[in-house]
Nanobody, 115 residues
Framework: QVQLVESGGGLVQAGGSLRLSCTTS????????TGWYRQAPGKQREWVAT???????RYADAAKGRFTISRDNAKSTVYLQMNSLKPEDTAVYYC?????????WGQGTQVTVSS
């Protein structure tokens, strides 16, 4: 009954920006959207950014200085603002949520950065 949905991906030129959104629907009681991950073809899914319940933001080295994670509590949405995009950022981006120790993943949104 829980649905986790990512949106905002697309095709962008190197140096451009995108803002990804992640929101929950359905039974979202005690559901916490905790961060963003990405997976490029042939590679493992990797952590990109995390936002804690207290609003502390942490980033993978590849994202530092370029990406910003934020939360809109009123909309129950977590965002990932991605600036200065590079071709190596090309991947499917997934948001992660947790409830009672169980992880939830959306279907992902494709980000493609052209050089």
């Amino acid at each position: 009954q829980v649905q986790l949905v990512e949106s905002g991906g697309g095709l962008v030129q190197a140096g451009g920006s995108l803002r990804l959104s992640c929101t929950t629907s359905g039974s979202s009681f005690s559901m916490n959207i905790t961060g963003w991950y990405r997976q490029a073809p042939g590679k493992q899914r990797e952590w990109v950014a995390t936002i804690t319940g207290g609003g502390v933001m942490r980033y993978a080295d590849a994202a530092k200085g370029r990406f910003t994670i934020s939360r809109d509590n009123a909309k129950s949405t977590v965002y990932l603002q991605m600036n200065s995009l590079k071709p190596e950022d090309t991947a499917v981006y997934y948001c992660r949520a947790g409830r009672f120790g169980f992880d939830y993943w959306g279907q992902g949104t494709q980000v493609t950065v052209s050089s």
